[in-house]
């Protein structure tokens, strides 16, 4: 579905922004899975892949490392950036600046834990003689909590991150379990791991991008189908759709394109004129004085939302 669709659909802009973060908090966790699991088992594993891989594995790791920033921004960074303009967008002086400051101390905090943490993880790994897993598994823990503790003091609420929390809880849990693994079973074991929790936290996430869908197309689809809509009206629909796509019609083409009486069209005709969606007016041509059909700008902006609020409610 496009974010064009979506903003049609759901007239509080809110609703989308809310969907759209957490469509693309999914999209970080999914990635995120996937990401360590490659990275834990080619580590674990790195003694035994160099008699079978060609190249150095340096630069796997930094394939690896690339194919994981690559897809953030294709796949992630852009419903977040889509998400932030919006709301941006629709806020006003104070509350812009406001917001554009959370944000910037939220990421430049992010950013702070992130290097400060991976150092500590990459320092214990090569001094301890302890098993990586271990200590990766207790140190990505350590980012959730510290990470999500940040986010709730910066914005006063979870902000969409409360999953981050039981991510912390899940690792730190399985981080105590893999120190019973043996050491050869343990990066395997590990990455599993990684992967069933994110996998998990992403579908979570995406089950409630979805029910904010569900619930705002509830609420639409009451609208859309009452009588308080024009457009409701399967006639009046389907003159709007005649009429979108051309630069005027002709009374006695609507008429013979919907098989109506000419009493039936001038009556739905003038209720579409009365909401400004169309614009009557007579002409002369070859054959004399006819009655010519013109949609307007805000008809056609009518249509266009009550369409999109259709086409999303029937793909949920």
């Given at each position: 579905?496009?974010?064009?669709?979506?903003l049609?659909?759901?007239e509080?802009?809110?609703?989308f922004?809310?969907?759209r973060?957490?469509?693309?908090?999914g999209?970080?966790?999914?990635?995120?899975?996937?990401?360590?699991?490659f990275?834990i088992v080619f580590?674990?594993?790195?003694?035994?892949l160099?008699?079978y891989?060609p190249?150095?594995?340096?630069?796997?790791?930094?394939?690896?490392?690339?194919?994981?920033?690559g897809s953030y921004i294709?796949w992630v960074?852009?419903?977040?950036h889509?998400a932030?303009?919006i709301?941006i967008?629709?806020?006003e002086?104070?509350?812009?600046?406001?917001?554009?400051?959370?944000?910037?101390?939220?990421?430049?905090?992010?950013?702070?834990?992130?290097?400060?943490?991976l150092?500590?993880?990459?320092?214990?790994?090569?001094?301890?003689?302890?098993?990586f897993?271990?200590i990766?598994?207790?140190g990505?823990?350590l980012c959730?909590?510290?990470?999500?503790s940040v986010i709730?003091?910066i914005?006063?609420?979870?902000?969409?991150?409360t999953?981050?929390f039981?991510?912390?809880?899940a690792l730190?849990?399985?981080?105590?379990?893999?120190?019973?693994?043996?050491s050869f079973?343990?990066?395997?074991?590990?990455?599993g791991v990684?992967?069933?929790?994110?996998?998990?936290?992403a579908?979570?996430?995406?089950?409630?991008?979805?029910d904010?869908?569900?619930?705002?197309?509830?609420?639409?689809?009451?609208?859309?189908?009452s009588s308080?809509?024009?457009?409701?009206?399967?006639?009046?629909?389907?003159?709007?759709?005649?009429?979108?796509d051309?630069?005027?019609?002709?009374?006695?083409d609507?008429?013979?394109?919907l098989?109506?009486t000419?009493?039936?069209?001038?009556s739905?005709?003038?209720h579409?004129e009365?909401?400004?969606y169309i614009h009557?007016k007579?002409i002369l041509?070859?054959k004399?004085?006819?009655?010519?059909?013109?949609i307007?700008e805000?008809?056609?902006d009518?249509?266009?939302?009550?369409?999109?609020k259709?086409?999303?409610?029937?793909?949920?």
């Open positions: 579905m496009k974010d064009e669709e979506l049609l659909a759901f509080q802009v809110e609703r922004i809310a969907y973060n957490r469509k693309s908090h999209n970080l966790f999914l990635l995120l899975g996937f990401y360590f699991f990275m580590t674990g594993y790195d003694h035994l160099v008699q891989v190249v150095p594995l340096s630069m796997i790791s930094m394939l690896l490392l690339l194919a994981f920033v294709v960074g852009t419903g977040f889509s932030y303009k709301h967008d629709a806020l002086g104070k509350k812009k600046s406001l917001v554009r400051k959370r944000e910037i101390l939220s990421n430049s905090a992010v950013v702070l834990i992130l290097i400060c943490i150092i500590i993880i990459y320092m214990l790994i090569r001094f301890l003689e302890i098993n897993c271990i990766f598994l207790f990505v823990s959730n909590f510290s990470i999500f709730i003091h914005y006063d609420t979870p902000h969409y991150h999953v981050l039981w991510i912390g809880i730190f849990i399985s981080g105590i379990c893999v120190i019973g693994i043996p079973y343990s990066p395997l074991v590990t990455a990684f992967l069933t929790v994110y996998a998990a936290a579908y979570h996430v995406f089950t409630s991008a979805h904010i869908i569900r619930t705002g197309v509830t609420e639409e689809f009451g609208q859309l189908f308080e809509s024009n457009l409701s009206n399967p006639v009046r629909l389907g003159i709007m759709i005649l009429l979108q051309k630069n005027g019609m002709i009374f006695t609507i008429q013979n394109s098989h109506l000419s009493g039936n069209l001038d739905h005709l003038k579409l009365k909401d400004k009557i007579k041509s070859k004399g004085p006819r009655t010519a059909i013109y307007t805000e008809g056609k009518e249509l266009k939302k009550y369409l999109s259709l086409r999303v409610g029937l793909s949920v």
